[in-house]
């Protein structure tokens, strides 16, 4: 009865803890005007990356940003790394579809989105097998 009664305690023990883990909050920067794709959008532009007239034809009701990973690093601060997609607008067979991809990595806070410590990744080759 006794191991029973264990065994009971340790399943509850661990399906609560399992609970707590996968439901701690963590910050929700996902939208487009959030600070993940503006970083991205100015790294592009201050750094040249992209022409203006490609930045400038960004379709940003049509951004992606899509949370990759979020990882606590100190009391309310954690490690986030974004992938932001910017589709083209127009009608040019040329930038009509084309999309500019960034990752960015930042640090957030529950009440804000970032620290100034961004990172920005852009990525030249998107490889399917």
Do not use: W
């Amino acid at each position: 009865m006794s191991r029973i009664t264990n065994f009971t305690t340790a399943l509850i023990t661990l399906a609560s803890v399992s609970c707590f883990a996968s439901s701690s909050k963590h910050p929700n920067c996902v939208g487009k005007t959030d600070s993940p794709a503006m970083s991205g959008h100015n790294a592009l532009r201050n750094h040249g990356y992209v022409d203006q007239k490609t930045l400038d034809n960004v379709d940003f009701e049509k951004t992606e940003v899509q949370l990759l990973a979020s990882q606590p690093i100190g009391i309310n601060l954690f490690k986030q790394v974004y992938q932001i997609t910017y589709k083209q607008k127009g009608s040019q067979p040329k930038t009509l579809g084309k999309d500019i991809t960034v990752i960015v990595s930042q640090s957030a806070t529950l009440e804000e989105c970032t620290t100034e410590d961004s990172t920005v990744y852009l990525v030249s080759h998107t490889m399917k097998h």
